[in-house]
């Protein structure tokens, strides 16, 4: 069912009851001292309202008059004095509350640092002994860390803090001992490098001596070589000009043949070749000539068919037909010609 106008206006005036309020001021969590200064702070606006809607009844909401017109501007008024007082009521309070925040958490952080510096000084009374142990094992650290120094790089894998003096001396000890027996050992070795390197320099120096000795020998050993292969180098060059003469002489000769044989060859293949072409085209004419009556009734076959009356239809439906049958029929006639002009 359809609501009316008026039943429409009745419910948006219908009346705040005060266990509306109430049930807000319940169900907030608030403490009841707290929930009970708002509901105070805020029940004069609620009987404001209800005056306004009553008054509200006055009002011919159907068929409104001047006069009611009148009435409802002045509550309409009303309303909004109640509803902006109420507002301001609330930014007021939300602004104390946000002060009062202010102060709480003010007051929260001063005893908080309070305490944190209260903690501090009783921690390091209650952990004096214990930070006292740890200052005095890091101290002991680097000092063991300062005599180490000289003797290896790896002082950091010992647990030099934890170690006892007797444990500490004898690691103290080891570790200088090995690096003296180090220092020993590569002066040792630095000494027989260097006595080494000066019997490898004597070595060089006698070699040197010796591979002068050697080339000297070598050249005077070029220098009569020297003449033996300027005397064979003569008797080779007259042999070998005879020779060269002997093998000109001979290449002419074969040249001439060569060349006597070519032109012979070059002749056998010509009339070879005229005989071939003369032969093909013999054959060629033959094949031709025989052929010819085959090709002369193909073109007449396809100049039948392009002389082929075409029927006159009327119906587009045939005359797509005659049209895709004239295509066939071009198709062959071309088909012919292209294959016969190949006889």
């Known amino acids: 069912m359809e609501t009316t106008f008026k039943e429409k206006t009745e419910n948006k005036l219908a009346k705040i009851q005060p266990d509306q309020l109430e049930s807000v001021i319940k169900n907030s969590g608030l403490a009841i001292i707290e929930a009970e200064e708002i509901k105070t702070a805020y029940l004069p606006f609620l009987v404001r309202l209800t005056e306004v809607q009553d008054q509200a009844a006055k009002i011919n909401f159907e068929s ?20 902006t007082d109420a507002e301001k009521l609330k930014d007021e309070q939300k602004r104390v509350d946000i002060l009062r925040g202010k102060v709480k958490q003010d007051s929260f952080n001063l005893i908080s640092s309070s305490c944190k510096l209260a903690e501090e ?83 060089r120096e006698l070699q040197r001596l010796e591979n002068i000795r050697l080339k000297e020998e070598a050249i005077e050993n070029e220098r009569l070589a020297e003449i033996v292969r300027n005397k064979q180098a003569a008797i080779l060059a007259k042999q070998k000009e005879e020779a060269d003469a002997e ?6 000769k074969l040249e001439t043949e060569r060349i006597q044989r070519e032109n012979i060859e070059v002749e056998i293949k010509r009339k070879k070749e005229a005989e071939e072409k003369l032969k093909k085209a013999k054959a060629a004419a033959e094949k031709k000539a025989k052929l010819a009556p085959d090709k002369t009734k193909l073109l007449n076959f396809m100049q039948s068919i392009n002389d082929l009356p075409r029927p ?23 088909y012919i010609k292209e294959n016969s002009d190949k006889l």
Do not use: C, W
């Open 247 to 252: 093998k000109k002489a001979l290449e002419n």
């Open 64 to 83: 409104p008059v001047e006069l009611d017109e009148t009435i409802a501007r002045e509550l309409r008024l009303k309303t909004v004095k109640i509803r």
């Open 121 to 203: 000084v009783f921690f390091n009374v209650e952990k004096a002994r214990e930070i006292a142990e740890k200052k005095r094992k890091a101290q002991l650290k680097i000092d063991r860390e300062e005599k180490l120094g000289p003797y290896t790089e790896a002082v950091s894998l010992y647990p030099l803090g934890e170690m006892s003096e007797d444990q500490f001396n004898e690691l103290y000890s080891g570790l200088r001992i090995a690096h003296e027996n180090k220092l020993a050992a590569e002066k040792k070795a630095e000494e027989d490098r260097i006595a080494k390197e000066k019997a490898e320099a004597e070595e």
């Open 312 to 334: 006159e239809v009327k119906s587009i439906e045939a005359a797509n037909i005659a049209s895709n049958a004239n295509t066939l029929l071009v198709k062959v006639a071309n």
